[in-house]
């Protein structure tokens, strides 16, 4: 299939793809005029970069996951280091939840103490608008 088959078959751009070969993710085989020629396999490991990239991942964490379906094997993760990229992952996503869960708390206590003040008393900010005035000389 050509460049804009796979494209559209993906999901994706052809400047997308164009830019996954220039990262050698993605090699392309040249028909006889010249134009990009890709298969099934080249679909599926567009497929796997982009499900990657959906789930947060970056374009580099893609690579051994390319690489395993590139060496014959059935799935992108199931080589040692496709399992190495998961596992960071998971990390950085447990860091990034203990920091939201800590803001969460922050946020919840500073609505508290402001809605029981509000109760308590009158509000302590007022709108007000500026008096205009113009001196005429």
């Known amino acids: 299939m050509r460049i804009g088959e796979l494209a559209q078959r993906a999901g994706t751009t052809t400047r997308t793809l164009r830019y996954y070969e220039s990262r050698g993710l993605l ?13 099934e396999e080249d679909l599926r490991q567009v497929r796997q970069i982009r499900l990657l990239q959906d789930f947060g991942f970056e374009l580099e964490d893609t690579r051994p996951f390319v690489e395993c379906l590139q060496a014959g094997h059935p799935a992108g993760d199931s ?11 998971l990390a950085e996503l447990d860091d990034l939840l203990a920091r939201l869960g800590a803001v969460r708390e922050q946020v919840s206590g500073q609505l ?26």
Do not use: Q
């Not at 090699?27 to 298969?39: L, V």
């Not at 103490?113 to 000389?137: D, N």
């Open 27 to 39: 090699s392309a085989r040249r028909a006889g005029n010249g134009y990009r020629a890709y298969d």
């Open 79 to 89: 080589c040692p280091a496709s399992l190495e990229v998961y596992r960071r992952k």
């Open 112 to 137: 508290a103490r402001a809605e029981l003040e509000a109760a308590v008393g009158e509000p302590r900010c007022e709108l007000t608008h500026p008096t205009i005035t113009t001196e005429e000389t």
